[in-house]
Structures are given as C-alpha cells and as structure tokens.
C-alpha cells in the first residue's frame, strides 16, 4: 500500500508538477540562477496591486488578490509553451487613484495611493533593471480602473520597448476592437448568467466593489469578505453621471451597483473568464499575432470623455499640491 502511494505521489509530481518547475520566483533566486536563464525565452510578469478601500465589505487588497490568481494563471499558459519559463516578482503593492478621489475625497480609511508619476517612475526603473539584464518579455499584471493608472503602465511599456527593444505590457489596459476580440474568440461572459431583474439591480457600470468584484473575492478569499455585503443597499449607475454621483454624496461607503446579490460561482466564472482573455491575448503578443501598439487602449478611451476629465480634474490638483507640498519640505532641509 505504501508503494503504491508513493508512486501515486510521484506520478502526481511528474503530470502536474511539471510546469511549476517552469515557473521561478525571483525572490528565492540567488544571482547565477537568474543569469542562467534564457532570457530570449523567459516571460517576467510583474504583479500589482492597489492598497484601495473596497466599502465595507472588502479587503483593501481586493485588487492585488485577483491579479495574483490572474499572474498564476498566466504563467502557468506560458510555460507550457515549449523551451519558455516565466520569472514572477513579488507583488508590487503599490497603485494611483482609489475610487474615493473620484468624488475628490482625498482621505478615506483604506486608500493608500502613490502619484501617478511616481507609479510611471517605479515600472519605468524595473524595465530599466530588466532591460539592462536583457529579458525582452514582461508583462504587467495590474488590473485597477483608475485611467491615470493605466497611463503610466502604458507609458512605462512605450519607454522599455523604445530602449531596449523588448515588450513590456499592461495587459488590464488593453481593449480590443471588435475585429481583435473576433480572432482570438475572447468574449465577455454571457448576460444569461443574470436575471434581467438582477440586472436592471446592478446596472450598467459595476466597475468597484459591486456585484463583480464581491462575487471575485467570494471566490477568491472568501474569508476577507465580510458577511454585511448581503444587507447592502443597491447603489446602481446606468451611465457615467450617475456613477459619479454617488462618490460624491455625504457618507458615501465606498462601493457601486449591488454587493448583495453577489456569489462565488458567479465569481469563479468571471475570473476563469478574465484569465482566458489575458492569457489569449499575451500569446498572441508572444506570437506576433498582435502588435499591441494597435490595440486601442482603456486609459485613452477614459480620458477621452469630457465626464472623465471633469471628475478627475479634482484628483489632479489634489496630486500637484502633494507633489509642491513635498518638494518645499524637500528644498527648505536642502535635500535634493
């Protein structure tokens, strides 16, 4: 009997074990093993994730839980590809702009935010790092909503594509055409999933702690999520006026659309589903199928619309005044 567990054991290693011995996590590596690797061949993937109040019924990690299923998802598609690894960071726990800024209030308990340049400066130093080593593949798994965001990410991959040749990609900021999402089969998930009831309670924009994310992290950490998301009245937006209006009002809680009719199952799909469209469309990036220089981009699209710029222009001047406040703090003890 206890042969013919051990062999099961072994035989388990063998089938699924396989790929993890692919995928390396650079803060147990010393400095020869990460020279050895193939760097022509070996996908980073940096992981981030926002320190950002989710209302009263999520962690402030919410963010940085479903972006490291998402990069353990991802890396576990690239190393079956043959001859590739894929190095991991730690999880960078760092963002710009929690959603309580868009109803400019800049002090809510759980958001710890950095600016937005200082965002752009973090991914454009590791690039250079990675660069210098010469690894050519990184992707940025970062998923949070703010545009801002999204924009330093981008603009991140633009510098080490232009300085080292290489592919440094956000790929949460990506948005595909329909023409794109037409030839790699991606798709959102289907509106049956849903009663029309349900989602005329949801509404049309649930982008924050809502009836999606909850329903993620009743998946994902369901003992983070604390059990008031069911008596959680409905804050439902059907367009961008009404999304606004509700950061903005007295005693706001943090969160939009309709927490209570949250599940795990509905999360389990949605997040299989995210992963299946990332994972889609960074192999064809790794396939040279798509060149995601055009592939239309979220943070554009955002700061495109007049709504955008007006309900952010709060959040801007907020940044400038930090940035002045410390740089005076800065000059007056002669640091420079």
Same mark, same amino acid.
Request: aromatic residues 10%; neutral net charge; hydrophobic residues 40%.
């Given at each position: 009997?206890?042969?013919?567990?051990? =062999?099961?054991? *072994?035989?388990?290693?063998?089938?699924?074990?396989? %790929?993890?011995?692919?995928?390396?996590?650079?803060?147990?590596?010393?400095?020869?093993?990460?020279?050895?690797?193939?760097?022509?061949?070996?996908? *980073?993937?940096?992981?981030? !994730?926002?320190?950002?109040?989710?209302?009263?019924?999520?962690? %402030?990690?919410?963010?940085?839980?479903? #972006?490291?299923?998402?990069?353990? /998802?991802?890396?576990?598609?690239? *190393?079956?590809?043959?001859?590739?690894?894929?190095?991991?960071?730690?999880?960078?726990?760092?963002?710009?702009?929690?959603?309580?800024?868009? !109803?400019?209030?800049?002090?809510?308990?759980?958001?710890?935010?950095?600016?937005?340049? %200082? $965002?752009?400066?973090?991914?454009?130093?590791?690039? %250079?790092?990675?660069?210098?080593?010469?690894? /050519?593949?990184?992707?940025?798994?970062?998923?949070?909503?703010?545009?801002?965001?999204?924009?330093?990410?981008?603009?991140?991959?633009?510098?080490?594509?232009?300085?080292?040749?290489?592919?440094?990609?956000?790929?949460?900021?990506?948005?595909? &055409?329909?023409?794109?999402?037409?030839?790699?089969? $991606?798709?959102?998930?289907?509106?049956?999933?849903?009663?029309?009831?349900?989602?005329?309670?949801? !509404? #049309?924009?649930?982008?924050?702690?809502?009836?999606?994310?909850?329903?993620?992290?009743?998946?994902?950490?369901?003992?983070?999520?604390?059990?008031?998301?069911?008596?959680?009245?409905?804050?439902?937006?059907? &367009?961008?006026?009404?999304?606004?209006?509700?950061?903005?009002?007295?005693?706001?809680?943090?969160?939009?659309?309709?927490?209570?009719?949250?599940?795990?199952?509905?999360?389990? $799909?949605?997040?299989?589903?995210?992963?299946?469209?990332? &994972?889609?469309?960074?192999?064809?990036? =790794?396939?040279?199928?798509?060149?995601?220089?055009?592939?239309?981009?979220?943070?554009?699209?955002?700061?495109?619309?007049?709504?955008?710029?007006?309900?952010?222009?709060?959040?801007?001047? &907020?940044?400038?005044?930090?940035?002045?406040?410390?740089?005076?703090?800065?000059?007056?003890?002669?640091?420079?």
């Amino acid at each position: 009997m206890m042969k013919q567990i051990l =062999l099961t054991v *072994v035989l388990s290693l063998l089938l699924y074990g396989s %790929t993890d011995a692919q995928i390396y996590r650079v803060a147990q590596m010393n400095a020869e093993q990460i020279r050895a690797l193939d760097k022509q061949k070996t996908v *980073v993937i940096l992981t981030g !994730g926002i320190i950002e109040q989710h209302g009263p019924h999520l962690p %402030t990690f919410s963010d940085g839980y479903s #972006n490291e299923w998402l990069a353990q /998802k991802l890396a576990e598609e690239i *190393v079956r590809r043959p001859g590739f690894a894929v190095l991991l960071f730690p999880t960078i726990p760092l963002g710009h702009e929690g959603a309580n800024e868009i !109803g400019a209030q800049f002090v809510f308990p759980g958001t710890y935010s950095i600016r937005r340049s %200082t $965002l752009r400066a973090i991914f454009m130093d590791l690039g %250079t790092e990675l660069g210098e080593q010469g690894f /050519k593949w990184v992707f940025v798994v970062h998923g949070h909503g703010a545009p801002f965001h999204n924009l330093m990410l981008d603009e991140a991959g633009e510098y080490f594509r232009d300085a080292y040749g290489g592919r440094l990609v956000n790929l949460f900021g990506l948005q595909p &055409n329909k023409e794109q999402l037409a030839a790699l089969n $991606l798709s959102p998930l289907p509106e049956s999933l849903v009663s029309a009831e349900e989602k005329k309670e949801i !509404g #049309n924009i649930d982008v924050h702690s809502g009836f999606d994310e909850t329903s993620r992290l009743l998946f994902l950490r369901p003992d983070l999520v604390s059990p008031v998301y069911k008596q959680l009245p409905s804050l439902t937006a059907n &367009n961008f006026e009404e999304f606004f209006k509700a950061p903005r009002t007295p005693g706001w809680l943090g969160y939009q659309s309709s927490p209570r009719l949250a599940s795990a199952a509905y999360g389990a $799909l949605s997040m299989q589903n995210r992963a299946r469209n990332w &994972n889609a469309l960074a192999a064809a990036i =790794l396939d040279s199928k798509l060149d995601e220089r055009n592939i239309p981009r979220y943070a554009k699209t955002m700061l495109a619309m007049p709504q955008f710029a007006e309900a952010l222009a709060p959040s801007t001047r &907020n940044e400038q005044e930090r940035e002045r406040k410390q740089r005076e703090w800065l000059k007056k003890n002669g640091i420079e």
